[in-house]
């Protein structure tokens, strides 16, 4: 079986989008269905060269819709290849290019292959409510009503990383009536073991934590993660006389304005550190050498980086914003409180007060039982098979 993942960009500075597909293509492939990309990323770029699997890179795209003129007439030629179609993540091009191809091929009496949408969490009422984004929410409304509901109503299902996020996007916008809403799980593949190679990694790049004990951000430096609730807390918590640990906020973003933002407020304490995005040995280093790992996130979909920490050991500080949270609550593997001040302050003292002893063993232990990868690719394929049926 033969699948194509459409998706704007899978640079990995874009976010888990990209990051879930490279998790999930090499568990698939042991299962014998065959995938291939196709993105609008530059045809040179690392991340497409040293992919070990096939990627179509059309070159970028240049412009806020993400429209590309080469986009529609690849799908026309190549969908027929497939038996299912992907599209990853809603509101820019690719998703209107493969519903329009699709029809195309149809009227063209072809025997077209299954189409399903994986939202990623912009279905998430969130972004139709948050402070700051009110004509981003009118864009996306306007967008609903023209284009994207046309994607998701013909879509053969659509699928979701978490039973949260299927519940949270029946409330955000109207007439939502997909065919199929199906929670197919999402998982990552188990870390490389831990090496002394990734411990140097890390102190190369973040030099001023080496041999001290740190807590961990890792992650956009975007105003939906909550930075600035976590460096406020982490903060008032110093000056009410808590020992917390050093505070790496690592991840792409610094050069924003709200990177700044965050760099100056944080500039008042030197324990709190700016490495920028770690990747490789440097950021399994970061995961394997923190006392916890947090993230008081606005909105998060799966949260890969959350699900990497379990896999590596380690417990989780996260709001109740992050859909996956009650798998984690339900595993004793993290301590969940609301994404507001008081919560991410709550957050880190009842973290400094727990007794620690046994967290690591819960963290992997819910990292297999609820986010293996190779769970989520037995749905998928189980899904894929009812196809050929």
């Not at 196709?38 to 991340?47: G, M, Q, R």
């Not at 190679?197 to 041999?211: G, L, R």
């Not at 919560?343 to 002893?357: P, S």
Request: one cysteine or more; charged letters at 20%.
């Amino acid at each position: 079986m033969k699948v194509l993942r459409v998706i704007s960009s899978i640079n990995p500075t874009s976010g888990g989008p990209g990051q879930g597909i490279r998790n999930m293509i090499p568990a698939l492939e042991q299962l014998g269905i065959a995938n291939e990309v196709v993105c609008l990323d530059d045809t040179k770029a690392n991340f497409i060269t040293k992919s070990p699997f096939t990627i179509h890179a059309l070159g970028e795209a240049n412009n806020p819709w993400s429209y590309h003129p080469q986009l529609l007439p690849w799908l026309r030629e190549h969908l027929l290849r497939f038996d299912a179609v992907i599209v990853h993540g809603l509101w820019l091009y690719h998703g209107f290019a493969v519903y329009k191809a699709l029809k195309v091929l149809q009227k063209e009496g072809k025997q077209i292959p299954k189409m399903y949408v994986m939202p990623h969490g912009m279905l998430d009422p969130w972004f139709q409510r948050a402070e700051g984004r009110k004509l981003k929410a009118i864009r996306n409304w306007v967008y609903w009503k023209l284009v994207e509901q046309k994607v998701i109503h013909a879509a053969d299902g659509i699928l979701f990383t978490c039973e949260e996020e299927l519940r949270l996007a029946k409330e955000t916008f109207r007439p939502y009536a997909p065919r199929r809403e199906l929670n197919v799980g999402y998982g990552i593949q188990p870390p490389p073991p831990r090496s002394k190679e990734m411990e140097t990694a890390f102190y190369q790049q973040c030099p001023q934590i080496q041999y001290s004990p740190y807590l961990l951000f890792l992650s956009r430096i975007h105003v939906k993660k909550g930075v600035d609730l976590l460096i406020k807390a982490y903060l008032q918590l110093k000056k009410e006389g808590l020992a917390l640990p050093k505070l790496v906020v690592a991840g792409p973003g610094l050069e924003t304005t709200y990177g700044k933002e965050m760099v100056q407020l944080a500039s008042v304490d030197k324990d709190i550190v700016f490495p920028g995005m770690l990747s490789g040995d440097a950021k399994w280093g970061a995961f394997y050498g923190c006392e916890a790992f947090v993230l008081p996130s606005h909105q998060e979909n799966f949260g890969i980086a959350v699900v990497e920490a379990l896999a590596c050991g380690k417990i989780v500080l996260i709001s109740n914003q992050v859909n996956i949270w009650r798998e984690i609550d339900a595993g004793k593997a993290g301590i969940v409180e609301p994404d507001t001040q008081e919560g991410v302050v709550n957050l880190l003292k009842k973290w400094y007060k727990a007794e620690k002893v046994g967290l690591d063993e819960k963290a992997e232990t819910a990292f297999k039982q609820y986010f293996s990868v190779s769970e989520a690719a037995t749905k998928l394929q189980q899904l894929f098979m009812k196809i050929l049926i």
